[in-house]
């Protein structure tokens, strides 16, 4: 069965440190574009950040130079460090496998259940 | 990075037909995905490319490309399809290869 699950949310102070991990089970991680996808309370879908197959990496602003992704082939698991957290980093964090195609019709085809991040003093 | 616009909110009734549509210049060149998302739920997939619905989803479910504009269609909205839809697509703008829309409320009356 293919799934993904995400650990590691909970609540941090601002300036503090996270690390969220995503379990992927039904294919390889390393064979796919992973990424995470964030959602702020109330507020819409985001893009944080993508890997792909070949280990090329992409951050929003938002988040450059403070958080990374990787990804351990021998656990088959994605991960998301974050460093310097802020208020505004508060969100509900999805693990998600993106499935590009050459003709364009690419798609988010398999998301996890989402771990939940509050940053607050 | 480019944007996709969508409509905040639109409402249905049982059974008719809503358009949900998808705006932004990337969307010449690009296919966009849909993606149907419930309180405290994760979003899924319901459609994607020009033709594409994956396993699952009902076929009243339908997408289209037209310009600039990409359109989600529900014909025979049901009340299990009310719920936030998002759009995504390509983008060669920003420091991400992909971006979302601004989300669309579809409300079943």
């Known amino acids: 069965e293919v799934q993904l699950v995400e650990t590691g949310g909970g609540l941090i102070q601002p300036g503090g440190s996270l690390r969220l991990s995503c379990a992927v089970s039904g294919f390889t991680v390393s064979s796919k574009y992973m990424s995470w996808v964030r959602q702020a309370p109330g507020k819409g879908l985001e893009w944080v950040t993508i890997?792909?197959?070949?280990?090329?990496?992409y951050y929003a602003d938002s988040v450059k130079g403070r958080f990374t992704i990787s990804r351990d082939n021998s656990e088959n698991t994605l991960s998301l460090q974050m460093n310097s957290l802020r208020v505004d980093d508060t969100a509900v964090y999805f693990c998600?496998?993106?499935?590009?195609?050459?003709?364009?019709?690419?798609?988010?085809?398999?998301w996890g259940q989402g771990t939940r991040v509050t940053v607050s003093s | 990075s480019s944007e996709l616009t969508q409509d905040p909110a639109v409402s249905v009734a049982l059974g008719q037909t809503v358009r949900i549509t998808c705006q932004g210049d990337g969307l010449r060149s690009s296919y966009a995905s849909w993606y149907q998302q419930k309180p405290g739920q994760a979003p899924l997939l319901v459609f994607f490319?020009?033709?594409n619905r994956p396993s699952g989803i009902p076929d009243r479910f339908s997408g289209s490309r037209s310009g600039n504009t990409a359109s989600l269609t529900i014909t025979g909205a049901q009340a299990e399809d009310e719920a936030d839809y998002y759009c995504?697509?390509?983008?060669?703008?920003?420091?991400?290869?992909?971006?979302f829309g601004t989300g669309t409320k579809v409300t079943v009356l």
């Open positions: 490319g020009e033709s």
């Open positions: 998600a496998r993106v499935t590009v195609r050459p003709r364009g019709d690419d798609a988010v085809d398999m």
């Open positions: 890997i792909y197959s070949g280990g090329t990496t």
């Open positions: 995504n697509s390509r983008d060669s703008s920003g420091h991400l290869p992909f971006v």
